[in-house]
């Protein structure tokens, strides 16, 4: 079954959280666990990016509630699920205890 992943400009309640965070990015890691890739990346919502080294990452099973659907179409689909693929491969990697291959640039889209 394909994992769920939805587009920026999505707005969500995470488990456990009193403010909502809009999707601003995908398979972020951070120094304080290099190995883990999250699934999204966001910041608080109305507010946005207040700062630019404040932002918060996230995995599709933390989310509580989706408040809004981000814009859909062909080219972010497309972009979705090069995404999907990545974050399996990455999960599959982390397994067998290899060093992450995820590449930011195996991302572009066409």
Do not use: W
């Not at 488990?15 to 951070?30: A, D, L, R, S």
């Not at 883990?36 to 919502?45: L, S």
């Not at 990545?86 to 930011?104: A, C, G």
């Amino acid at each position: 079954m394909k994992k769920e992943i939805l587009p920026l400009g999505s707005v969500v309640l995470l488990n456990g959280g009193t403010k909502k965070v809009m999707i601003i990015g995908y398979c972020m890691k951070t120094p304080e666990k290099p190995n883990k890739m999250y699934d999204y990346c966001g910041c608080i919502f109305p507010e946005g990016v207040l700062r630019s080294d404040v932002t918060c990452v996230f995995d599709h099973e933390q989310i509580k509630e989706v408040c809004f659907c981000g814009f859909k179409n062909d080219e972010a689909n497309n972009f979705i699920n090069k995404v999907i693929k990545l974050t399996e491969q990455e999960k599959k990697n982390n397994q067998h205890k290899e060093e992450p291959r995820f590449q930011i640039e195996s991302l572009e889209t066409e």
